[in-house]
């Protein structure tokens, strides 16, 4: 597809426990980054990965891309009641100046 | 300093009336894009400005809807004619340029409903 597909759609966990989330697509990327957005309304910056890196950290966010199978984790350790939220991948695709949002995986995390 | 701010936030409108969003996006930021998403949906492109100019408006799902962009800086996204599919949370975001790599700051959003 054009657009990153996340998977799981909706995950549910417990607190301190850790969340992942994966993102396939099928075109070329520049760039691919992960947004959260809380309540249906704006999205917040998580963190981007180029296309020549592996894998980023921030803080209790850790990012993989593999180029070669066209795939991106995101893993959320020692979650937090307020992580609930839906995480996006984005995708900025080679020779395109847009970036191009997946479904989402909806998150929630139970005290 | 300011985030990307979207007004109103909230809009209620009768079918077939038009309605128009404002986005106003961060000081110094080139590059504005509009989205549209429906309940429980990912985000739709709509629009993208880069200055003023408007260069791919592909994205836009029919031509009630119109955009521009004045100033290097507010926008604003007229619906004619609305329909009750037209019903959504409209988001509006801005980043400082279109060079590779760059992240975008999404404003809150307006949430329309057609009635």
């Known amino acids: 597809s054009q657009q990153g597909e996340e998977d799981p759609q909706a995950l549910s966990i417990q607190e301190g426990e850790n969340a992942t989330m994966n993102c396939s697509y099928k075109t070329s990327i520049n760039n691919l980054q992960w947004y959260r957005q809380n309540s249906g309304r704006g999205l917040v910056h998580l963190i981007l990965i180029r296309s020549n890196e592996r894998e980023k950290h921030s803080g209790r966010l850790r990012v993989t891309l593999d180029t070669s199978k066209k795939s991106s984790s995101l893993l959320i350790t020692a979650s937090r009641a307020a992580d609930t939220a839906s995480y996006f991948c984005a995708l900025q695709k080679s020779g395109y100046s847009t970036l191009t949002f997946g479904k989402g995986t909806m998150l929630l995390v139970s005290p | 300093g300011a985030g990307v701010s979207q007004s109103p936030s909230n809009k209620v409108t009768e079918k077939g009336k038009d309605v128009e969003l404002r986005c106003d996006p961060i000081?110094?930021?080139?590059?504005l894009y509009w989205y549209r998403q429906s309940l429980g949906q990912g985000l739709e492109f709509l629009i993208y400005f880069q200055g003023n100019s408007a260069p791919d408006k592909s994205g836009l799902p029919s031509d009630r809807f119109s955009a521009e962009r004045t100033g290097g800086s507010v926008s604003t996204l007229t619906i004619q004619r609305t329909q009750q599919e037209d019903s959504a949370v409209y988001l509006c975001?801005?980043?400082?340029?279109?060079?590779?790599?760059?992240?975008?700051?999404f404003g809150p959003g307006t949430r329309l409903t057609v009635t």
């Open positions: 975001a801005s980043s400082f340029g279109l060079a590779d790599p760059y992240e975008q700051y």
């Open positions: 000081s110094g930021h080139t590059a």
